[in-house]
């Protein structure tokens, strides 16, 4: 097994104060326990993968950061204060936004308004406080100037139905609104899951693109190649809780596989 690592890495890591950090986050449903001990810190400016098998508990453990489900006891913590979000738009007011795999765009809406989807515009003055009219002009130009800021140039007409567009461009649509709305984290479920070669490279990048815009993103994937390429650190999720954290310097995807299945002891949490 590769060394883990290095010291130096390890307390650049230990002195930075995290974005977003789970404490003890215990989730049941009934005798079954989804969440056992659910610890997790992301930290300012990087992409965290979360990986497991079926069952490990990493998409309870995900609903729990963005108010999807309220854990049973433990501490969820923003910016390094305490938070209780009894929903997930207690989150996205806070700055944490998430797409799920299911991608929740309104297929017969256009670019625009699916980036606006629940936080519509309204004209100023009495056109908007009194006749409730919105501000389509601003909010097309607000949604083309945040697809241009993350490079998404192949979808020139901001006015077209992302019925008409393709898996990848999709994806680029639900990303660019989490990014455009989400002021402290991004959480990204599956994002290349059911996408070809060319568009899920396309949407890799994307990601590191919302990364270097100053957005830390928690991503959640099966895909051990698209993990390795795009994570600054790899939380395995093993039986509920951590199992540990590696590097994709520290460890091949082949050691990941197996600490993730059980098949090799998880070294100590250090990454």
């Known amino acids: 097994m590769t060394h883990a690592a290095t010291e130096e890495d390890t307390t650049a890591t230990d002195l930075r104060e995290p974005v977003l950090q789970a ?38 453990l995900i609903k729990a950061l963005c108010g999807a489900i309220t854990p049973d006891s433990g501490e969820i913590l923003l910016d390094g204060k305490q938070v209780h979000f009894r929903n997930p738009m207690e989150a996205r007011l806070a700055g944490i936004e998430t797409v799920y795999q299911s991608l929740a765009v309104a297929p017969g809406l256009d670019i625009a308004d699916n980036l606006f989807l629940g936080r519509e515009e309204r004209k100023s003055g009495v056109l908007g406080s009194v006749f409730r009219m919105l501000d389509k002009k601003h909010m097309r130009s607000e949604a083309k100037r945040h697809m241009s800021e993350l490079g998404v140039a192949t979808l020139q007409n901001i006015g077209q139905a992302v019925e008409s567009l393709s898996g990848g461009q999709r994806q680029a649509v639900a990303v660019a609104r989490s ?14 899951a059911a996408l070809g070669v060319k568009e899920g490279n396309r949407v890799l990048q994307l990601i590191r693109d919302v990364r270097d815009r100053g957005l830390p993103v928690i991503l959640i994937s099966h895909n051990m190649p698209h993990v390795f390429e795009v994570a600054d650190r790899i939380h395995i999720q093993r039986l509920g809780r951590r199992a540990t954290v590696i590097t994709p310097q520290s460890h091949s995807m082949s050691e990941a596989v197996a600490i993730m299945t059980g098949a090799a002891e998880p070294p100590p949490h250090s990454a």
Do not use: H, M
């Open 23 to 60: 404490k003890g986050l215990v989730k049941r449903y009934g005798p079954v326990t989804a969440i056992a001990s659910g610890d997790l810190e992301l930290y300012p400016g990087e992409i965290l993968a979360v990986i497991g098998d079926n069952g490990a508990g990493k998409t309870s």
């Open 179 to 192: 990014a455009a709305f989400g002021s402290k984290v991004v959480i990204l479920d599956e994002p290349t």
